[in-house]
């Protein structure tokens, strides 16, 4: 089945680090990939996505490469800042007649000033 | 994409009642889905519902449990029934868009619901 596996959290930086959250994937196919963003006390947004090999999704500052030969959708960004403080969900979607999103575990992203 | 409210945001029950949970959309969708994201975990589907069809539910979920309608292509809603403090939990419902022709899901901003 479908699983994905991200870095364990809680990850603190100061304001203007550099940030990964690396995300890895078991999916049979070809599936889309996805990082979804959950700001303190609300839902979840869509922050980028990647539907095909070597394709970068983008949003915000942050960027995230498909890469199917490592299986992996790390979400990075140059430089944080404190109102990036959420919790970070990679997710995948192997498509067809079934439109289940697979979801890691999440990842709480804490920016000091 | 679709915006998507859902009511009540947020609720304090009290054991052995019901809760019924709204989802709204402002455009027709064909495919919505109800998550439960237990307290510092991550989500879990509950079913997805189709309009004009049952609901589809996953595993370790159950009808009488959760009860779901869809009457039309904008409004779902989630009953949870029975409740007990093990159901405290965001509940969020969401859509695919574009009637299958893509497989991005937006999320409603979730029913806090805490159970006593």
């Known amino acids: 089945g479908n699983s994905v596996t991200q870095m364990e959290g809680p990850v603190t930086l100061s304001e203007e680090a550099f940030l990964t959250i690396n995300c890895t994937y078991t999916?049979?196919?070809?599936?889309?990939l996805f990082w979804y963003v959950q700001y303190p006390g609300e839902g979840l947004q869509l922050l980028l996505k990647a539907t095909k090999a070597d394709d970068k999704g983008s949003n915000k500052g942050f960027e995230a490469t498909y890469r199917k030969e490592t299986t992996s959708f790390h979400l990075e960004k140059g430089s944080v800042q404190v109102s990036d403080s959420a919790v970070y969900f990679c997710a995948l979607n192997s498509g067809g007649s079934n439109y289940k999103l697979t979801f890691g575990k999440g990842t709480l992203l804490t920016v000091n000033p | 994409s679709a915006v998507i409210s859902q009511k009540p945001s947020r609720d304090i029950c009290q054991r052995g009642t019901s809760l019924t949970i709204q989802c709204q959309v402002d455009?027709?969708?064909?495919?919505m889905f109800w998550y439960r994201q237990q307290p510092g975990q991550s989500l879990t589907l509950i079913a997805t519902a189709n309009q004009g069809s049952e609901a589809t539910y996953e595993s370790g979920f159950v009808i009488d449990k959760f009860p779901i309608s869809r009457p039309n292509l904008t409004f779902s809603t989630l009953t949870v029934s029975n409740m007990s403090p093990e159901d405290s939990s965001i509940y969020l419902c969401?859509?695919?868009?574009?009637?299958?022709?893509?497989?991005?899901?937006?999320f409603g901003p979730g029913t806090r619901l805490t159970v006593l």
């Open positions: 999916a049979t196919g070809y599936p889309s």
């Open positions: 969401s859509v695919e868009w574009s009637g299958g022709r893509s497989d991005t899901q937006y």
């Open positions: 455009s027709q969708v064909t495919m």
